[in-house]
Nanobody, 122 residues
Framework: QLQASGGGLVQAGGSLRLSCTHS????????MGWFRQAPGKERELVAS????????YYKDSMKGRFTISRDNARNTMYLQMNGLKSEDTAVYYC?????????????????WGQGTQVTVSS
């Protein structure tokens, strides 16, 4: 079971931190990612992270504003979002995939959680 939280309403230029946990173990054996889907648009990959947390991937438009991280001791993944813009408004989803290596990055995932709404007002 995947659970994302931390969404909300924020003004443009503000920050939010999303969190995601799942019940699959060991936690570090699963690569994870954040996706988002805005109304009328396709779902897109925002960022992903290896099981070990040592490597990350970002969509170009998120680089420098968003930071993905994980705390395997707390079984939690995070997405720190700074400098939010109105175009960041979307439902954000976390996803996981069982990794063949703790140092492998993925862009396709097997399991999805319910999303959390992020709304940025201009």
């Amino acid at each position: 079971q995947l659970q994302a939280s931390g969404g909300g309403l924020v003004q443009a230029g503000g920050s939010l931190r999303l969190s995601c946990t799942h019940s699959r173990r060991p936690f570090s054996s699963y690569a994870m990612g954040w996706f988002r889907q805005a109304p009328g648009k396709e779902r897109e990959l925002v960022a992903s992270i290896t099981g070990s947390g040592t490597a990350t991937y970002y969509k170009d438009s998120m680089k420098g504003r968003f930071t993905i991280s994980r705390d395997n001791a707390r079984n939690t993944m995070y997405l720190q979002m700074n400098g939010l813009k109105s175009e960041d408004t979307a439902v954000y989803y976390c996803a996981v995939i069982r990794s063949s290596s703790q140092n492998k990055l993925y862009q396709n995932f097997d399991y999805w959680g319910q999303g959390t709404q992020v709304t940025v007002s201009s």
